[in-house]
Every structure is written in structure tokens, then in C-alpha cells.
């Protein structure tokens, strides 16, 4: 038998690989990470952290229009697209090298190249060298997927493109109605733009709770963003520079960009991994795994928006280092994928952890709804119209909190901090009996006292 080159083969240098290498380097382990384009993965290089730093340059115009109630006259202001561009970029080189100085401090090679599998241990690098694993890690992500191929639909971009837009458009249709399409559609929006959102279903951020989705479509609209729902885009004709979508509810939308963020399939296409007897989950189209991340074959896992499972940079990052406790630390973790946060980095922000109300309802025969809408303090005199949402979602019969949603400015930084309590398993009391800190909006989240709904599910007879 040929001796192995290395104990771990990890396919993928983004959150998830680059834990799982280091962990295992760690541990002992001889680790080699193949990356074909850049350290850092979709959240670093082209998701997460470059569009949280567009938010935050979109944040500044509502400020600019806040200031004048507090007393500030600041001349018009000017923004400039390519200077934002150009920072954020430099930003994003920064933190690709350290994660290649973190992977290569921990002890890990690092190599530039794609990685297909020749059989279930040997992997063929671009340069024709061949390396044998005792395992292999697969965290390939995922990618923007554009949906059925309509007409025209070479002239859409995704948010991996709107990231290098060499102008910013002044008209932009963007197709979805999730995380990624609400966010890029807030960022546009602040920074100037006039932005269309076009979504399929009844309503955007299917599978939030009800009154979060129906509060953040009010606040969006009241920011100037139109959203037409229970339509699609079904071609776009080119107008030499211009764009024309053609929706299927029969209206037409002139704009001078088109972006689609429908959704995002895993990256398993090109690998293999029929070669390695790595099996594809039907239902998802990601990599199936078992509890421990591992797939049909037993030397190889896979971790993280490859499986298709909770596609959340935090939750790759926790699995691809249970997978190297489990495997190179002789210590089984399972992840535990109950009441893990999420946010939306919309205008407003959401927060959310734990239930929604019809889920509750669905799980818990008695159910205490606590929500409040208010405007925040500094909307007194900045004349600002928007209203902050929080609701606490009770199991009746427990006291326990089983969900929180938050709309608002800092529903992340906010929603980070209860979800502690949410897994704690407190109860509506000690949110109760916690001591309010005031003047902020937050302590609302202590001082509602009567629910504003209770649902009592009848037994069945």
C-alpha cells in the first residue's frame, strides 16, 4: 500500500477549511490546503465581510439626513463609488493573508490549485502532481446560481460581480428575496441608486417569522425601495447599456444593471467525486453527510455550504473544527444546530434566534407572543419615521423563550447577546427580572409584561 503524503487533505481554503486545517495541525496532523482562487472563501473575498463594509458606506447617507435635527448643517454631500471600491478591496487583501499566515503558522501547506479526486485517497493537483491523504476534507462553498436560463440572462450579475462594479448604477433590478438580495438592494438604495426589488413568492425573507418579513418590507419601502412580489423577471432585452426585464406579471422594468440572488447551489460539480464514491444528497444538491459531517465514503467529510445544510459562515467555521476534534483529536463532537443565530445586514437590520411564531405554535400546545413596534429615541428629533420591531416568542407552559426577532438598528449585535439567553433555555421571568438599562432601545426586550397574544392549541379529541 502507498504510503500517504498527508494525514489531511482539505479541498478549500475558506472559514470552514482553514479551521479545520489548523485544528488539525494542532492536533498533530500533516495538513495540505488546496485554494484555486483566493484564502478566505466567500464570506472574506466575496461576501460577508466586503458587503458589510458597503453597508456600512451606505449607512452614512441616513445619518447625513439625521444630522440636521441634532443641529448639524453639513453641506451636500458627494460619494464616490470607486474610492469605496478600491478601500474595500485593500481591506480584503489584508485579511486573505492572514488567513494564509494563520493556516501556515498553525503548520499547514498551502497550494494553489484546483484539487479533483482520482480515487478516494489521491487527489490530482492543476500542475499534474498527485497527493495521497489518509483523509480528505471537502469545503468547496457554494456559488450564486442564476435559476432557469431565460432570455437575456447573459446580462445578469451576481453579488460576486456587484462587488467590482466599475460605476455605480444609477437603476438597478435585483431578483430575490433573501438575505443577499435585500442586502445588496439596502446597499445600492443608500448609496444613492433606484433600486427595484422583483421576488417570486407572497412575501420576501420566507421562512423569517411574519411580522418580521411584513415589518421590513414597510421599512424598505418607506426608504424608497420598490418591491413587487408574486412575479419573476422572464427575459431581458439589451438596449446598448440599458436593460429592459420583462416580468411575468406582464409590467416591464427599465434599469442600467440586472442582478439575481435567487439562492446558491453547492460546488460539487467538477470534483470527482463519483471517483471517490462521495454521494449527493437528491433533496439539497450539497454533499451527503452523517452527524459528524462524514459522507458515503468513510475517509472523506465534508463541512459547511458544500452539504447545503445551514449555510452560515459560524456554522461552517464550528463544523469544519468539530470534524477535527472528532477525527485528528479523538474526541467525537456532533454540532448542535439548534437556535443558532442569523442576521440580515438590511436597512433596518434583523436579528433573530430560536423559533418563529408558526413554528412554535406548530411544536408547543400553549404560545406567548411579546412584540412591540416604537420609534427609537434618536428618530425624536431626527424626524426619522422608522420604527424598531422586537418580539419574544414563549413557550406557555414552560416560561421558556424559544425564539427572539429584532428589527432595527444593531438587531445583530443585539440578537448575538440573547441567543446566549435563548440557549441558556431562560425563561420569560428572567427576562423579567433582569434589570432594564436605560435610556436604549433593548430594554424593551426586559420590560414587556403582557403578551400581546397567547395561542392555546386544542386537543385533539
Keep these: ?40 472563501g466567500t464570506c472574506v473575498i466575496r461576501g460577508c465581510v466586503p458587503k458589510k463594509l458597503l453597508a456600512y458606506a451606505s449607512h452614512i447617507r441616513h445619518e447625513i439626513d439625521d444630522a440636521a435635527g441634532f443641529g448639524w448643517t453639513i453641506p451636500a454631500a458627494s460619494f464616490d463609488w470607486s474610492t469605496l471600491i478600491a478601500n474595500k478591496d485593500e481591506e480584503i487583501a489584508r485579511l486573505e493573508a492572514i488567513y494564509t499566515a494563520n493556516v501556515e503558522k498553525a503548520g499547514a501547506r498551502i497550494v494553489k490549485s484546483r484539487a479533483v479526486f482520482e480515487d478516494a485517497r489521491t487527489l490530482r493537483l492543476d500542475d499534474g502532481k498527485t497527493v495521497r ?9 457554494g456559488a450564486p446560481n442564476h435559476g432557469r436560463a431565460i432570455p437575456g440572462i447573459e446580462h445578469v450579475i451576481s453579488s460576486n460581480e456587484a462587488f467590482h462594479l466599475p460605476d455605480l448604477p444609477k437603476r438597478i433590478l435585483i431578483q430575490g428575496g433573501g438575505y443577499i438580495a435585500l442586502e445588496f438592494a439596502c446597499i445600492f438604495a443608500g448609496l444613492g441608486s433606484d433600486v427595484t426589488l422583483v421576488y417570486r413568492g407572497d412575501n420576501i425573507l420566507r421562512g423569517f417569522d411574519d411580522d418580521v418579513r411584513t415589518h421590513v418590507r414597510a421599512e424598505m419601502e418607506k426608504r424608497g425601495i420598490t418591491i413587487l412580489t408574486g412575479c419573476t423577471v422572464d427575459r431581458i432585452d439589451s438596449h446598448g447599456g440599458e436593460y429592459t426585464s420583462h416580468l411575468s406579471s406582464g409590467s416591464s422594468i427599465a434599469s442600467d444593471k440586472v442582478m439575481f440572488a435567487i439562492g446558491r447551489h453547492p460546488n460539487v460539480a467538477n470534483l470527482g467525486l463519483e ?9 439539497s444538491g450539497g454533499i451527503a453527510v452523517d452527524g459528524f459531517s462524514r459522507t458515503s465514503a468513510p475517509n472523506i467529510y465534508a463541512i459547511g455550504d458544500v452539504t447545503h445544510r445551514i449555510n452560515l459562515t459560524p456554522v461552517a467555521i464550528r463544523e469544519g473544527h468539530a470534524f477535527a476534534d472528532t477525527v485528528f483529536g479523538k474526541r467525537p463532537v456532533e454540532v448542535d444546530r439548534d437556535d443558532i443565530p442569523t442576521a440580515v445586514f438590511s436597512q433596518p437590520q434583523v436579528g433573530t434566534v430560536g423559533l418563529t411564531e408558526a413554528q ?40 421558556r423563550v424559544v425564539g427572539c426577532h429584532i428589527v432595527g438598528p444593531d438587531a445583530a449585535e443585539l440578537t448575538q447577546v440573547v441567543a446566549i439567553a435563548v440557549r441558556m433555555k431562560a425563561t420569560k421571568a428572567d427576562f423579567d427580572a433582569t434589570m432594564a438599562l436605560h435610556p436604549t432601545s433593548a430594554e424593551e426586550l426586559v420590560t414587556m409584561r403582557t403578551p400581546t397574544a397567547r395561542y392555546v392549541r386544542e386537543a385533539a379529541e
Excluded at 471517483?275 to 449527493?280: E, F, P, R, S, T
Design 275 to 283: 471517483k471517490a464514491g462521495v454521494a449527493i444528497d437528491p433533496a
Design 1 to 40: 500500500m502507498a504510503e500517504d503524503d498527508v494525514d489531511l487533505f482539505v479541498i478549500g481554503g475558506g472559514s470552514g477549511g482553514v479551521r479545520a486545517a489548523r485544528i488539525a495541525a494542532g492536533h498533530g496532523a500533516r495538513v495540505m490546503v488546496a485554494e484555486e482562487y483566493r484564502m478566505g
Design 133 to 141: 491523504a489518509k483523509y480528505i476534507l471537502i469545503a468547496t462553498g
Design 360 to 399: 412554535a405554535r406548530a411544536r408547543y400546545a400553549v404560545v406567548d407572543i411579546y412584540r412591540t413596534t416604537f420609534r427609537p429615541l434618536k428618530a425624536t428629533l431626527s424626524g426619522s419615521e422608522s420604527r424598531y420591531l422586537m418580539k419574544l416568542v414563549v413557550d406557555g407552559t414552560t416560561d
